[in-house]
């Protein structure tokens, strides 16, 4: 048999321990908690211009920003030090954008996936609202969006015979050609 002792702690409660009277801790809005962390993205020491890659791990001070917030949910800030010369970066989330946003210490490095998926929004934007105002333009991108569809179905329908094509390849009469070969080779050889 196990003794008591290891199977829950010795503390003992006094029958009249109410939990409601222990004293809460007063711990500042602004605390700062050491955590760690990867780099959310690259980005280049204004300082000494190290790059920092995207997963390079740090210990990193965070603390809830205040008086800031995005649907009630909060806003953190990081401090990480540069790995060349210990300068402070500072970055902070982003969740509007589900993404980080750089503060001061480093600049972002280019990122071109963003700037596409902007452009594209853009762009679709710039169509519905040319839509709205003009309606013969309605008819001519519904015409151009048929078209692009019916090449995409053609081309799907050629990949499609041109795989049927290839799939009638007869394995077992081609292996049983080869050996019929091999034996032909052998008695010539045996001749």
Same mark, same amino acid.
């Given at each position: 048999?196990?003794?008591?002792?290891?199977?829950?702690?010795?503390?003992?409660?006094?029958?009249?321990?109410?939990?409601?009277?222990?004293?809460?801790?007063?711990?500042?809005?602004?605390?700062?908690?050491?955590?760690?962390?990867?780099?959310?993205?690259?980005?280049?020491?204004?300082?000494?211009?190290?790059?920092?890659?995207?997963?390079?791990?740090?210990?990193?001070?965070?603390?809830?920003?205040?008086?800031?917030?995005?649907?009630?949910?909060?806003?953190?800030?990081?401090?990480?030090?540069?790995?060349?010369?210990?300068?402070?970066?500072?970055?902070?989330?982003?969740?509007?954008?589900?993404?980080?946003?750089?503060?001061?210490?480093?600049?972002? &490095?280019?990122?071109?996936?963003?700037?596409?998926? @902007?452009?594209?929004?853009?762009?679709? $934007? /710039?169509? *519905? #609202? =040319?839509?709205?105002?003009?309606?013969?333009?309605?008819?001519?991108?519904?015409?151009?969006?048929?078209?692009?569809?019916?090449?995409?179905?053609?081309?799907?329908?050629?990949?499609?015979?041109? &795989?049927?094509?290839?799939?009638?390849?007869?394995? @077992?009469?081609?292996?049983?050609?080869? $050996? /019929?070969? *091999? #034996? =032909?080779?052998?008695?010539?050889?045996?001749?």
């Amino acid at each position: 048999r196990t003794p008591r002792s290891a199977l829950s702690p010795q503390k003992y409660y006094p029958p009249d321990f109410d939990p409601a009277k222990i004293p809460k801790l007063k711990l500042p809005k602004d605390r700062q908690y050491v955590v760690r962390l990867m780099a959310p993205f690259n980005m280049r020491c204004k300082t000494c211009g190290e790059y920092i890659y995207k997963g390079k791990k740090f210990n990193a001070r965070k603390e809830t920003v205040q008086n800031e917030s995005y649907l009630g949910l909060p806003i953190f800030r990081f401090y990480i030090k540069c790995t060349r010369c210990l300068a402070e970066i500072t970055f902070k989330t982003d969740p509007e954008n589900t993404d980080y946003t750089m503060e001061h210490g480093a600049t972002r &490095n280019f990122q071109a996936e963003k700037l596409l998926e @902007e452009e594209e929004k853009r762009m679709q $934007k /710039e169509r *519905e #609202e =040319e839509e709205l105002n003009n309606p013969m333009k309605v008819l001519e991108n519904r015409t151009k969006d048929s078209k692009l569809e019916m090449e995409v179905l053609e081309n799907l329908q050629e990949l499609k015979e041109l &795989n049927q094509r290839q799939a009638n390849v007869d394995f @077992e009469a081609m292996l049983k050609q080869y $050996k /019929e070969l *091999e #034996e =032909e080779q052998r008695r010539k050889e045996q001749e």
